[in-house]
Nanobody, 128 residues
Framework: EVQLVESGGGSAQAGESLTLSCVIS????????VGWFRQTPGKEREDIAR????????IIDDSLKDRVSASLADRKTLYYLHLTALEPEDTATYYC??????????????????????WGQGTQVTVS
């Protein structure tokens, strides 16, 4: 059973940076695609970034691409989301999730959403 542990969140001042980590365990094979999401109370979980692991290619939501990047440290288990120039609107719980998506679907935030089914507890980011 896949397990996900997100960390690195916390309180930050506007303009500061945070790097969130995602550890994926219990998955015997390389996850094809890893997505980063965020959610605020009363709103749907928002797709903000994805990493296609084999090609190590990423996509970031257009509204965030000037401030957010994604990377991986270990193609099987450890992924990062780098948040810079934080804004109060970035306040949310951030999640990661793997999905068996082909490169074209992985790198299109409008596609493949139903394939992200495993979730951790998330990590809270609060920006003031």
């Amino acid at each position: 059973e896949v397990q996900l542990v997100e960390s690195g969140g916390g309180s930050a001042q506007a303009g500061e940076s945070l790097t969130l980590s995602c550890v994926i365990s219990g998955q015997p094979t390389l996850p094809a695609c890893v997505g980063w999401f965020r959610q605020t109370p009363g709103k749907e979980r928002e797709d903000i970034a994805r990493i296609h692991t084999v090609s190590e290619t990423t996509i970031i939501d257009d509204s965030l691409k000037d401030r957010v990047s994604a990377s991986l440290a270990d193609r099987k288990t450890l992924y990062y989301l780098h948040l810079t120039a934080l804004e109060p609107e970035d306040t949310a719980t951030y999640y990661c999730s793997p999905a068996p998506l082909a490169r074209s679907s992985c790198l299109d935030l409008q596609m493949g959403r139903p394939h992200f089914v495993a979730w951790g507890q998330g990590t809270q980011v609060t920006v003031s």
